[in-house]
Structures are given as structure tokens and as C-alpha cells.
């Protein structure tokens, strides 16, 4: 049987406030190398996964993320020539989503920057001998895959 680790409220409380700006910074340069933000990514990600079957509000659904957010980034995502939006003959209101070529080599950029945070994530040594994974581990591991990977221009 496992052994459990007694958690103070205190000490739960700063690994919360530690991850949550080691999130940040993470999702700030995933947003600087990439040119898109996190939420945009899971956009493009769920589209590549059902092309031409999604709309914006089965995205917002699927994703638990609000209807005004999502129809926010796919409008910012077909500005940038990412993401189509055709009609169907039948129902004008249905509008399904596909990725361009450049939507499609934008969504494997960022997919790659995600295994090699994995991978840094992976191979990060943690202080805590410990078999379950605890916020402070996810957090140190966060931290290096954060400071590992500097921002570079998606086009590169």
C-alpha cells in the first residue's frame, strides 16, 4: 500500500500560486514561439481531429470553453488564413471548420513544441522520491520545459 503525504493548507495554497504563474509563463511563450495562444491551439487542434464536421459551437462544447471565446478565436485564426469557414447548401447557419495548409503546418509546429515540453518534463529530476506526481513536481517539472524551450518564430 501506497504511503499518503499529509498536506497543509499553507504549503497546497503556494504550489497552487507556483503553478499557476509557472502555467503562465508557460502558455506566454507558447504564445510567443508559436504566434497563437493556448486556446487557439486546442481550436486547431480539435478542427485537424474532425475536419469540416465542427462548428464554432460544437468546438466551445466539446472544449468547455465559451461560445464568445471560441467564435472570438476562430474569427482571429480565418483572419490569419489558418481556418476556413464554408457554408453548407442546406442550412446557411451551418458553417463548418477546416484547417489550411498553413492552419495544418501551424497545428504540427505547435503539436511538436508539446512533446518536446513532454520530453523535457520527462526528463526533469524531481527532489521527491515519491510514486504519485504532486503539484510541486508538476510544477518543477513546468519550470524546466518552461526556462528549456525559448521562444522561437513559428516560421522557423
Known sequence: MAKSKVVHAESLFESYMELKRELEKSATR????????VDQYAILHHILENPGKL???????SRGISRAAVSRGISQLIRRGYVLQSYQTSDRRVRPLSLTTS?????????DLLVKSAEIMSDTDLTDD??????????QMLAAA?????????ES
Open 55 to 61: 462548428t464554432s459551437a460544437t468546438v466551445a462544447d
Open 130 to 139: 515519491g510514486s504519485r506526481l504532486t503539484v510541486g513536481e508538476l510544477t
Open 103 to 111: 492552419g495544418e503546418k501551424l497545428e504540427r509546429a505547435c503539436h
Open 146 to 154: 518552461t526556462a528549456k524551450l525559448a521562444p522561437e518564430s513559428p
Open 30 to 37: 507558447f504564445q510567443r514561439a508559436m504566434g497563437i495562444s
